[in-house]
């Protein structure tokens, strides 16, 4: 079965201080792993993926397969990192087009 | 592009009245979405659609849910009688060829 998990529901910081939103998942081959953010009175939207190894507005994600993760990590968080995160997964079995999403972390970053 | 576009945007209704909601995608995207978010469990898939075919509605609460795509450009998702446990914030979402999703803003329903 896939399952994301996503142990806090909420996380608060201050601006200036590293973040880490956690994603654990639970799949029997190799996932694709992704980010999304859904801001104030915005649209969920993709922020990063695991595949494309990239830094998206500060944020890295590494895929660790030992454990089973997928942390969304920033060194310093700015006031509008404030948003909804979720961690979703998509299989690479069968052709399954379907993401599994965590049930989401709200970020607060404070002044 | 105006991006995913969905209708209404809010929808209050009472219980045992019939709801649809609407979904128009983004031009030239072959796959379709639908999803529910609430507090409790999150952001969950529904159905989606693979060139207006459903491929998976394992999703579907009951049989009280049902969802078409009768072409391209246009999906609905259909309650019908509605309750109020289906009080949710209800998401398409498109994709081309299996890539990134790309969401509508979402219709907020209350069912009282």
């Known amino acids: 079965a896939q399952r994301v998990t996503q142990p806090e529901k909420l996380l608060s910081v201050f601006k200036g201080a590293p973040v880490e939103l956690k994603c654990n998942y639970s799949y029997s081959g190799s996932p694709e792993l992704f980010w999304y953010v859904q801001y104030s009175r915005q649209r969920l939207q993709l922020l990063l993926r695991h595949i494309s190894r990239e830094s998206i507005k500060g944020f890295t994600a590494d895929l660790n397969k030992g454990e089973t993760s997928f942390h969304l990590k920033k060194p310093f968080a700015q006031e509008e990192d404030s948003a909804m995160y979720y961690c979703?997964?998509?299989?690479?079995?069968?052709?399954?087009?379907?993401?599994?999403f965590g049930k989401g972390t709200k970020l607060t970053v404070n002044p | 592009d105006a991006g995913v576009i969905q209708s209404p945007r809010h929808e209050v209704t009472e219980m045992g009245q019939e709801v649809t909601l609407r979904c128009k995608p983004i031009?030239?995207?072959?796959?379709l979405f639908w999803y529910r978010q609430t507090m409790m469990r999150g952001l969950e898939l529904l159905i989606y659609f693979n060139n207006n075919v459903p491929i998976d509605d394992s999703g579907m609460p009951e049989d009280r849910f049902s969802a078409k795509m009768p072409n391209a450009s246009f999906s609905t998702l259909k309650i019908q009688p509605s309750e109020p446990r289906d009080s949710a914030v209800y998401f398409c979402?498109?994709?081309?060829?299996?890539?990134?999703?790309?969401f509508g803003p979402g219709t907020r329903l209350t069912v009282l």
């Open positions: 979402a498109s994709s081309y060829e299996g890539n990134e999703q790309f």
């Open positions: 031009s030239g995207h072959d796959y």
């Open positions: 979703a997964l998509r299989g690479t079995q069968g052709g399954s087009e379907k993401l599994v």
